[in-house]
Every structure is written in C-alpha cells, then in structure tokens.
C-alpha cells in the first residue's frame, strides 16, 4: 500500500513534506520548489490535500494545492496517482496547473500555465 506521508523529491529537486494522512483523506504539508517564476530564491509553501481511498487492490489517487504566497502571487493545483513497485519502492505520478495573478481580464489569457 502506498503511503503519502513523509518527505518526496521530484526531478527537479524540489521537496515535499506530507503530514499524516487523517481517516477522511485530508492531509497538509510544506513545498520547497527549487522552480520559482521569478528566478528567486524560494521558500516553503503551505499546501493542502485530500487522498481518495483506494478500493481493493487499488492505487490512491490524490490533489492537493500550494500557495506560492511567501514569493509570488500564484497558486499550483496538483493531481496524482501513488504507485509502488515489485521492490516496494513508492511513485507519486502527477499532473500540475498553476495560475498567476493578473492585472485584467485581458491578460487572463496569460495566467495558467
């Protein structure tokens, strides 16, 4: 069974903290990017989530989202799928959007990434 708690380190370095993973699913955390918008130094950001129940013989699914509050005025909604391999080794597997603040709705083209 796959576990999210704990510290995970994707390719670009960047860390995630997972707190304990609470009966209903909800879990908070810290995410230090090593990836920033503006090319500064990054800080950790708190981040929310809920991980759906696996059903049998399943792999949990999960989201959750990180607010770049403390160095930009952006926010990340992840979605993902936690796999565990013959060896035990645990994969989180996920898909991201990010939205940047604009100044008008005619820059709104520009705002997700």
Do not use: H
């Amino acid at each position: 069974q796959c576990q999210l708690s704990g510290l995970w380190k994707n390719e670009q370095d960047s860390l995630m903290e997972i707190s304990a993973v609470r009966n209903d699913g909800v879990f908070q955390g810290k995410y230090l990017t090593q990836v920033t918008l503006t090319g500064g130094c990054a800080r950790a950001s708190p981040l929310t989530g809920a991980q759906q129940q696996p059903g049998e013989g399943a792999w949990p699914t999960f989201a959750f989202t990180v607010r770049w509050d403390k160095f930009s005025n952006a926010t990340t909604a992840f979605v993902g799928q936690c796999f565990v391999d013959r060896g035990g080794k645990e994969t989180l597997t996920t898909m991201w959007l990010l939205r940047e603040a604009v100044r008008s709705l005619d820059e709104d083209w520009k705002s997700t990434r």
